[in-house]
């Protein structure tokens, strides 16, 4: 049975600091994918990485890709309250198999 | 603008009735599917569709239904037997097969136990 684990499951951190979110998986796929939810919301696509070595920037997120680990991060440089959200990945096995998503609280 | 609509955004269930959820989509994707999110979970998938009058089951579809008569549609009924219904649900649809492309989101639809 495919695992995806996301750690942690909270993070509060202060604005201005960096932080990572880990996602390992227990499969060989290539394919994983970051969701964002703001609360009572849907899911929001953020990054799309299909192979080994990806690497996806967008403003102040940055997700990678390390098949061989079977290991995806996303690292938040300098956070900014706008951030505050919960972030998922999910592995691309035929379907989505989603991780409990980490909820993170920006704080000034 | 081309998205996904899911309605209603809020859906009340009595003991023992069946209810249905439409999700439209007009993005001219193949693939649709269908998630329950519970609070603090990630999604679990109930039930997929890559093409027209076809369809399978997810993880956990005892107690659900679809349809796929459109591409456009794909409704989902949550049936009196499904015991604990009260969840967020989220349709999805991507392109076809879903290989390498995102799927895109409705807004969900949140359903409640009277």
């Known amino acids: 049975e495919l695992k995806v684990e996301q750690n942690p499951l909270f993070l509060s951190m202060q604005e201005g600091k960096n932080y990572t979110i880990y996602c390992n998986y227990s499969t060989t796929s290539d394919r994983l994918y970051w969701y964002r939810q703001d609360p009572g919301k849907s899911l929001e696509s953020l990054f799309v990485l299909l192979s080994n070595g990806a690497v996806k920037q967008e403003g102040r997120l940055m997700a990678s890709l390390d098949t061989k680990a079977r290991l995806s991060t996303l690292h938040i440089t300098a956070a900014v309250h706008d951030l505050s959200a919960t972030y998922f990945c999910a592995v691309d096995e035929g379907n989505l198999i989603f991780g409990k998503g980490t909820k993170l609280s920006v704080k000034p | 603008d081309g998205g996904i609509t899911q309605s209603p955004k809020y859906l009340f269930r009595k003991e023992g009735q069946n209810v249905t959820l439409s999700c439209e989509q007009n993005l001219n994707h193949d693939a649709m599917y269908w998630y329950r999110q519970d609070p603090g979970q990630g999604l679990r998938l109930i039930y997929y569709?890559?093409?027209?009058?076809?369809?399978q089951k997810g993880d956990i579809a005892e107690g659900y239904s679809v349809s796929r008569e459109k591409k456009e549609s794909f409704p989902l009924t949550v049936t009196s037997a499904q015991k604990n219904p009260t969840a967020f649900y989220l349709c999805a649809s991507s392109a076809l097969g879903g290989l390498n492309q995102p799927q895109h989101f409705g807004d969900g639809t949140r359903l409640s136990i009277l």
């Open positions: 569709s890559q093409i027209v009058n076809d369809f």
